[in-house]
């Protein structure tokens, strides 16, 4: 395997994650035998890409429904009130060290009829400029290029019954981490993959229409796994679940709160010898009781998400949230906080990070931001199936 291939999945899995932080020693977790830190190739695909639900911990199984609901719960797209919209995400990375790596997320929908609608999403990763080297000379110097990763959706979310909604979502992902040529390696070359998400969506109104409680869980990444050279290397992407639910109470005709609560679970083998050369299929299902430790490390590989929304008269929104995960699978712990703006046909929010645990993160204390514009709903509904 192509040595510079390994560096570069491993620079790109650190830009989205923690696992790859330098120990005490001086050592990469990723070089520790004993290391328990699941990761993947184009860990992108798991990076929260609007503001809203990163206000909130990274949190948005179940939330109410908006233009980003492709990306958390491709079931939760056809509860939209607006016939047709979108929104735009910028996510600066890394921002503390430098100034041209950023997630830039595209997404909009069109709602068919009263039970029906569509999206299309493009998630894209700028991994800034990058000046290759085969060594320390000057002579050395293989060239320059612009490591970058692009994923695009098509959305589909239908209502079942007036509580009930599913959906789904097929996957392009492209990741070129080295640029045609510039290695002069053979074997180095962008890596494509397929894959889709699967999504059910529960709501109900509950006490007199004052609360209403939902529940979503989603399916994402379910696809093939992704090479970078030949056919006999190839690594896992993020396949992911998601649980969740929240509770929205109106406290007044103007206030209301929303509790929400998610947990996610990588469905890609837990680390050990052998684990990454399992087929897409075996070790997607054997991912939930593979860990050496036995159910209690199960366990830790399940990240949890809290957040709490205010919203005043659905024109001003206050955000905060917790995100967690265990200490010997990659030991994330942040605070989230954020405001959502909505007038007319649009909309505004963003979101801040701030880590707990004294270690940095790639979007510590970046503001994120999202713009949205949202048609209005047609005066009539058109009659479905479900009435």
């Not at 979503?216 to 290397?233: E, P």
Request: aromatic letters at 12%; glycine letters at 10%; hydrophobic letters at 40%.
């Amino acid at each position: 395997m192509n040595k510079l291939r390994i560096l570069l999945i491993l620079c790109s899995g650190f830009a989205c994650s923690l696992p790859l932080l330098a120990q005490p020693n001086g050592t990469l977790v990723g070089q520790d035998s004993t290391n328990r830190i699941i990761t993947t190739a184009v860990p992108f695909l798991t990076i929260t890409p609007d503001s809203r639900a990163a206000a909130l911990g990274d949190a948005g199984v179940a939330t109410s429904a908006d233009a980003n609901s492709a990306y958390w719960n491709s079931a939760k797209l056809v509860r939209i009130d607006q016939g047709f919209g979108g929104s735009a995400s910028y996510t600066p990375w890394l921002g503390k060290i430098i100034n041209d790596m950023y997630i830039f997320y595209l997404s909009g929908f069109y709602k068919i009829n009263r039970e029906q609608a569509v999206g299309v999403s493009m998630k894209y990763f700028d991994l800034g400029e990058i000046q290759f080297n085969k060594g320390p000379n000057p002579i050395d110097i293989l060239g320059r290029y612009n490591p970058r990763e692009v994923a695009f959706d098509v959305t589909y979310s239908r209502l079942l019954t007036e509580n009930f909604s599913i959906g789904g979502s097929i996957r392009y992902i492209h990741s070129n981490l080295t640029g045609s040529g510039i290695t002069g390696q053979a074997d180095s070359k962008p890596g494509n993959s397929l894959a889709v998400d699967l999504g059910v969506f529960y709501t109900k109104q509950l006490l007199n229409n004052s609360s209403v409680l939902s529940l979503g869980a989603n399916v994402s990444n379910l696809g093939n796994k992704i090479s970078y050279s030949d056919a006999q290397s190839k690594d896992f992407i993020p396949a992911n679940l998601r649980i969740g639910g929240s509770y929205k109470m109106d406290l007044d005709p103007l206030n209301s709160l929303t509790f929400i609560l998610d947990f996610n679970k990588l469905m890609v083998p837990s680390p050990y010898p052998g684990s990454k050369s399992q087929p897409f299929l075996s070790g997607t299902f054997s991912s939930f009781t593979d860990a050496r430790g036995g159910f209690k490390e199960e366990m830790h590989e399940i990240t949890t998400s809290l957040g709490i929304e205010y919203w005043y008269n659905q024109l001003f929104a206050g955000r905060v949230g917790y995100f967690y995960e265990a200490a010997d699978k990659g030991n994330r712990k942040y605070l989230t906080a954020g405001l959502g703006l909505r007038y007319n046909l649009f909309g505004f929010d963003m979101a801040y990070v701030v880590p707990t645990n004294k270690r940095e993160l790639p979007t510590a204390e970046q503001i994120r931001v999202t713009l949205m514009i949202l048609m209005a709903k047609r005066a009539t509904e058109d009659e479905s199936v479900t009435d």
